[in-house]
């Protein structure tokens, strides 16, 4: 499996993460709306035609990660999965639906929203994951629930790799600053510690290697 990295170099620097095996192609997040070009432009160029799209995996529902799942939905045919925990989020209440939220997540949230980087056209998922495997789906993936930045939030482990979503950024040490529930937040950060793999891909910032000090 190879594993497309598509950093949206805009204020937040999202990442999303196109990965390739013999089923199709999966993206990991989608940046957001005034990203979209580039989005597609890299997919494209990745060799990813409608059609072949398979699944777009939402690691959580801030607007930072789900600005582009309904486009690419309808224009590549690819079904949106997420947990429920997020799904407010993403049918119209934004980052503010998931109540109670620290001050930092509501000043984010209201700065997303006056200067539009907010918007983004809302959904319903398609598939609602748990912990799971997603072979049925032709990707050789687990979905691991770690909740704490967001109800929502996921994680991915196919063979080496973690996708971690906002949960860290940079080092395994360093774990988010935007909060929905602390006590989650810090189980679900020891148990993505705990799992076996080499390299971290976060939803912020550069991949890094899941052992560095
Ligand atoms: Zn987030
Ligand atoms: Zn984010």
Do not use: W
Not at 83 to 90: A, E, I, K
Not at 185 to 211: C, M
């Amino acid at each position: 499996m190879e594993v497309i990295h598509i950093q949206l170099k805009y204020l937040f620097d999202a990442n999303c993460y196109l990965l390739h095996n013999e089923n199709g192609f999966y993206l990991i997040d989608t940046g957001i709306k005034k990203q979209r070009k580039k989005l597609e432009t890299a997919i494209t160029e990745a060799g990813c035609q409608p059609g072949d799209l398979k699944l777009i995996i939402l690691t959580h529902g801030h607007v930072d990660h789900v600005g582009n799942a309904a486009y690419l939905r309808d224009n590549y045919g690819a079904k949106i999965a997420m947990h429920q925990g997020d799904v407010n989020m993403v049918t119209g209440g934004g980052m503010f639906a998931d109540a109670p939220q620290s001050l930092m997540i509501k000043i984010v949230g209201f700065f997303m929203n006056v200067t539009g980087l907010g918007d983004f056209e809302t959904f319903q998922p398609d598939i609602l994951l748990e912990n799971q495997s997603l072979t049925e789906y032709g990707l050789d993936a687990e979905v691991i629930q770690t909740p704490g930045h967001s109800k929502g939030s996921i994680s991915l482990q196919t063979n080496g790799t973690l996708f971690c979503g906002d949960i860290f950024n940079g080092s395994m040490e360093n774990i988010t600053t935007l909060v929905n529930d602390q006590t989650a937040l810090d189980y679900s950060a020891e148990k993505l510690r705990n799992i076996q793999a080499e390299t971290v891909y976060p939803g912020h910032g550069k991949p890094f290697p899941k052992n560095s000090p």
